[in-house]
């Protein structure tokens, strides 16, 4: 497979995109403001006469082309591609152990696909058998999925592989959606918002507590917001339970990694240069684990990922990364004191003036460096209540033993960081009913001490605390 980057970056005539509106303040597309880091881009008076009142550009020529291209690299504004490659030029790939009446249940969904299909049978106790029009491949031995689908890749011939785990159903037409994006020659793996497969028992009118949260809040659901994929924004990777690659852009599955293979397969393909879209519009269905056990031993398994890749991907991988003046300030609001507000005040005003002056240009600078120095604060404060609760969670527990102010304290953090996230889970889907503030506290709790658990374990196996190293910038 590949190790270099895309031969060219030029986007075809008639592919579109489309500004997010968020990035213009009150529908004002001269000044847009957003991506990850937040930049702030001007668009000229050609700029503008490129664009449309909605804020869609269509690529026509040499000016609509580069003006499209920094807007989407930007992560300002998303792609709106017209066509793409058809199905017929797709292979789906099906790792699989031991799960028969998946691959069963998944081959009858991709049966009304014109797709070609391999199978690779990872070393399953009980030989697994496919229906006819399926290519079938199978190790003696249990080599991992990574391994697997590097295998399917290498028995497919067409150009686009889409990567199904045998406990996912896609649904409608997903794989159309998807294949759009490929248009840009720069795309090397799209994915779909991977959603909860609804398990209802016979006779009852809802599933579990275990369930609901499963579905919910599953780890490889990746959200409703489409977004431009990279490592160190809101959005660093996609799992490969469900993916389509690139066969030019297919870096390979690293396959003496076991868990977080996805990962690291997203952190080399950008590192090369290419793009990863992710796209909420395209649904697969996941068959998650229904019983409090399973859940939380895949979280803690997920967890010891975190030492493969620090050791791979240095800082990448640390568990909290802020700039000094936010972690400062951070800091100095944790101690819940007079001084510490004070602090923390002074340094929010600082952080705000240095803010106005870099968008000193813009129209409502001051309401602009205000609500971004509000979300940068609150984000680290996020920040730090994760990795106190999760990824320090043995070093708080210690804490807690010694010093009843730091107990008060920690579970004071632990009640209000979970009642933010669930209040901003509904805010960001507000279509999808939440459970219960009380019972999403409970699992969120229990979900951040199996991946803790996981993280430590990693880190001990691999005698390695990168994944344990927080990153402090200047910037």
Not at 221 to 231: C, H, I, K, S, W
């Amino acid at each position: 497979m590949t190790t270099s980057g895309p031969t060219s970056t030029v986007l075809p005539s008639g592919f579109q995109v489309q500004i997010d509106p968020r990035c213009a303040r009150r529908g004002n597309l001269r000044y847009l403001v957003g991506g990850s880091p937040m930049r702030v881009m001007k668009l000229s008076d050609p700029a503008l006469g490129m664009t449309s009142a909605d804020g869609r550009i269509a690529v026509a020529d040499v000016g609509t082309q580069v003006l499209a291209r920094r807007l989407l690299d930007a992560g300002i504004a998303h792609p709106r591609p017209m066509s793409g490659p058809c199905v017929a030029d797709v292979t789906v790939v099906i790792p699989v152990r031991g799960n028969q009446s998946g691959v069963d249940r998944l081959l009858a969904a991709l049966s009304d696909h014109e797709v070609s299909v391999v199978v690779v049978d990872d070393g399953s106790e009980i030989p697994i058998r496919v229906s006819d029009g399926a290519r079938l491949i199978r190790f003696d031995e249990n080599r991992g999925p990574a391994a697997a689908r590097n295998a399917g890749v290498a028995a497919t011939s067409t150009e686009f592989i889409a990567f199904l785990d045998s406990d996912t159903v896609p649904t409608g037409d997903w794989l159309t959606m998807l294949l759009g994006h490929f248009a840009d020659p720069t795309v090397a793996i799209v994915a779909p918002r991977i959603v909860g497969l609804q398990t209802v028992a016979a006779g009852s009118d809802s599933t579990s507590f275990v369930a609901d949260y499963a579905n919910r809040f599953s780890s490889l659901d990746m959200g409703p917001r489409e977004a431009l994929v990279a490592p160190g924004t809101p959005l660093a990777y996609v799992p490969s339970a469900a993916m389509v690659v690139r066969r030019t852009g297919f870096l390979s599955f690293d396959e003496s990694l076991r868990v977080a293979e996805d990962v690291d397969l997203c952190w080399r393909t950008h590192r090369a240069g290419w793009r990863i879209r992710y796209d909420p519009i395209a649904e697969v269905a996941h068959d998650h684990r229904e019983s409090l056990s399973g859940m939380l031993n895949r979280r803690r398994f997920y967890g010891t990922g975190a030492a493969e890749l620090a050791l791979r991907h240095g800082e990448l991988a640390a568990p909290l990364v802020m700039t000094a003046p936010i972690a400062a300030g951070v800091v100095a609001l944790a101690t819940r004191s007079r001084i510490g507000m004070l602090v923390a005040a002074v340094i929010a005003a600082i952080v705000c003036r240095n803010t106005m002056r870099a968008v000193a240009h813009v129209p409502q600078r001051e309401k602009i460096a205000a609500v971004n120095t509000g979300r940068a604060f609150g984000f680290g404060l996020l920040q730090v209540a994760a990795a106190v609760l999760r990824h320090y969670w043995p070093i708080s527990f210690l804490a807690c033993a010694v010093s009843r102010r730091f107990r008060v304290w920690f579970v004071w953090v632990a009640v209000v960081e979970a009642l933010v996230m669930w209040v901003r889970n509904q805010m960001v889907d507000p279509e999808t009913p939440v459970m219960s503030p009380m019972h999403y506290l409970v699992f969120r709790r229990l979900d951040d001490l199996a991946y803790g658990a996981g993280l430590w374990q990693g880190v001990i196996v691999r005698r390695d605390v990168g994944a344990l190293r927080p990153v402090i910038t200047r910037r």
